[in-house]
């Protein structure tokens, strides 16, 4: 048995999940990418882009840091719902697509075949989730609209607990009543975690720049934003070693090491082989995906926009 690259959070590495389900999901994800190209080329907005690009890099950053819950197990930011409120929908699943392929392709978190439906449960489930939670009560009070927030950042989370279960369970993996309770256990308090760094968030940006989370917001913001995610990075080194919410469920209902050896290795666990295992290290590969990200999704807003020209 090859040696197992550990998932992060719901990050599914190859193995867990048949072909099947991995090429339905692969198609899924495509046929929402398409669809969010399409829908956002029709509200498009060039001065959103740097706004999308800052976004996608803050929950990159975030990602790296886990913070530690109970029964020895970690989490860490998904994001979904703070890309939604603050980007619409559309915008929000061309920013967790970007982040998602990214980790995928150039630090092998999450495997490539699974790669369509870590998109899917991460970057599509719960950006619909979150936004449509967050509409639904969203649109009153300050309290309101953060309490909203909230509760949309935990269901969106719960929500893609769920799918990865029955993902798992439809691969033969593990039986849905034993993985289900155990996924949905776990990230009930990682949700909590999620629901808490997203009202923060968004709290901070209702006292500084409330039209950001405005369809005509976005500009004046990029400076400050990237600060932030160089932030983040910052503290990478000191994210919590325990297991994620998915490696601990593996681990705890014996599937562990049904997961597959990355098939390449460009920067492995967060690091950059050449400066060690350090934290200078961590933060040097986390600058690099920061800007990779950056300029995916720059290309993906771009493509959209390409699109929406010859309709002006």
Known sequence: MPPLLAPQALH??????????????????????????RRSDEQFEERRIPLMGVMAAFIFAGQMINFPVAGGTSGHLLGGALAAIALGPWGGILAMTAVVSVQALMFQDGGLLAMGANIFNMGVLTTLVGYGVYRAFGARSRKTQLTAAGAAAWLSVMASASLTGFQLWLSGTVSLGIVMPAMLGVHALIGLGEAL????????????????????GGRGWTAAGILAAFGLLALAPF?????????????????????????????????????????????????VGLVTVVLLLSLLSRLARRRALPRR
């Open 12 to 37: 599914i590495p190859d193995g867990f999940l048949s072909a099947a389900v991995s090429l339905v999901f692969w198609l899924l994800s495509a046929a929402v990418i398409a669809l969010a190209l």
């Open 197 to 216: 760094i997203t009202t923060a968030a968004l709290s901070y940006v209702f006292r500084t720049r409330p039209e950001l989370v405005q369809p005509e």
């Open 239 to 287: 994210a919590s070693a325990r297991p994620d919410g998915l490696e601990r469920v593996a681990a705890d209902l014996g599937f562990l090491d049904s997961g597959w050896e990355a098939a390449f290795r460009l920067l492995p666990d967060y690091v950059v082989p050449a400066l060690g295992d350090g934290g200078w290290s961590t933060i040097a590969a986390g600058l």
